[in-house]
């Protein structure tokens, strides 16, 4: 005996169905609702029994006429209830809706947040209905990220970590910086849901407080006689890389980007078309860059690579990580440096120098909060120039002639 009703679609989404019983028993009025939007998709009622051994009364047993009017109140009551049941909304979706706000924005690395999304929130969050995140389940995956090991460049579809070692404080406050990045992407797309109405109260999240004092600067930077002896000890073919980045503090992204048209050698200056922050700059450069850049653009065309690979081909976006690593142990720069450490060496020489903080901006690309939020301590005079140039006298202390006398 067929167990499966013969089902008869009434209306998309929606049939009656008839099931035949064994052993001469009357046939029963099946009704079926299909929603691909909702969980589960199938949903059944039982209406009554059909009138193929009993003559109809209109509740028990039904005809068929009477079986669809059953089932359509049952579907009016069913469509009812699914309005009433609020749609569960979950971590993942809110953080998708985050990642096209921000790329609407015209957001500078909208792949690198799509990336830290599904590396650090998704695995343990994105199947959270929004509803239902409390205090202690965002600080128990806040401070997770804080102690988990951090993951480090491997090959493509492989996923590497290096472990956290307890007793490296940097190390730690390092992993701290990264948890509090994460917790700020997570409170922005939270907030962005609660905004739309999406969510009815921010205070799961509002009452989880990032690390404190995690994301202090802690910038490293090369003496000049460390900064010879890397820039020796490189390999001939990424040497002029290196020298690059110590005469200009342009990022490694820039330096490879640089056309012969770009560099002024009567002005002395290296044009940034295209730059992090998205806006063109100039970089000033002294008597040594400017020599430097007029020798690796002799006989080139205009459109021509300045600095590339010895065998012309354009540097990629990770080939600077092997011979930086050869370089810092051929000159025994221990521990060793990211390529990156090149531009806060530039910077760094330039403020202990006293070149105002304004101007290190500017040959950056950087604001000036960022520029003293990194180097300020390197200058000696700031903090005290700042405070003078900001606090007016009060007129308290009365001018006088009187001084004392040095012996």
Not at 77 to 85: D, F, I, K, P, T
């Amino acid at each position: 005996m067929r167990r499966e009703p013969y089902f008869r679609t009434i209306q998309e989404g929606r049939a009656i169905g008839y099931r035949r019983l064994a052993g001469g028993k009357a046939g029963t009025w099946i009704a079926r609702h299909f929603d691909r939007d909702r969980e589960p998709t199938r949903f059944y009622k039982s209406l009554g029994s059909a009138d193929d051994m009993l003559d109809a009364d209109g509740v028990e047993t039904l005809t068929f006429a009477q079986a669809q009017q059953a089932a359509a109140a049952w579907f009016a009551e069913l469509g009812r209830s699914h309005a009433r049941a609020p749609v569960l909304v979950t971590v993942e979706a809110v953080m998708a809706d985050y990642e096209a706000d921000y790329a609407a924005r015209g957001g500078k690395d909208a792949k690198g947040l799509k990336t830290a999304i599904a590396a650090h929130i998704l695995p343990k969050l994105g199947a959270e209905p929004v509803t239902k995140l409390s205090p202690a389940k965002i600080r128990s995956w806040f401070r997770g990220l804080a102690t988990s090991p951090a993951r480090v460049r491997s090959r493509e579809g492989k996923v590497a970590t290096r472990a956290l070692d307890a007793a490296d404080a940097d190390a730690t406050r390092a992993r701290r910086a990264t948890a509090n990045r994460l917790l700020t992407v997570l409170k922005a797309a939270l907030n962005l849901a609660y905004r739309e109405g999406k969510i009815a109260s921010d205070d799961a999240w509002r009452r989880v407080k990032p690390f404190k004092g995690a994301d202090a600067p802690r910038i490293r930077h090369l003496t000049d006689a460390e900064a010879v002896r890397l820039a020796n000890a490189a390999d001939p073919g990424f040497r002029p890389m290196v020298t690059a980045a110590l005469l200009t503090g342009a990022r490694y992204g820039e330096l490879v980007r640089f056309r012969v048209a770009d560099f002024n050698p009567e002005k002395g200056t290296l044009h940034v078309r295209v730059s992090k922050s998205g806006k063109p700059r100039s970089i000033m450069l002294t008597t040594e860059g400017t020599e430097f850049f007029r020798q690796h653009c002799a006989g080139k065309k205009g459109t021509a690579l300045i600095l590339t690979k010895p065998d012309g081909d354009q540097w990629g976006k990770s080939d600077q990580i092997r011979p930086m690593r050869a370089a810092c142990e051929a000159a025994q720069i221990a521990p060793a440096i990211g390529f990156h450490i090149l531009r806060h060496t530039h910077a760094s020489r330039l403020i202990m120098a006293g070149v105002p903080l304004g101007v290190v901006a500017a040959q950056l690309g950087n604001s000036e909060a960022i520029c003293a939020k990194h180097y300020a301590h390197l200058s000696p005079d700031y903090v005290a120039e700042s405070i003078r140039a900001a606090f007016a006298p009060l007129g308290l202390v009365a001018e006088t002639n009187v001084r004392p006398m040095t012996g």
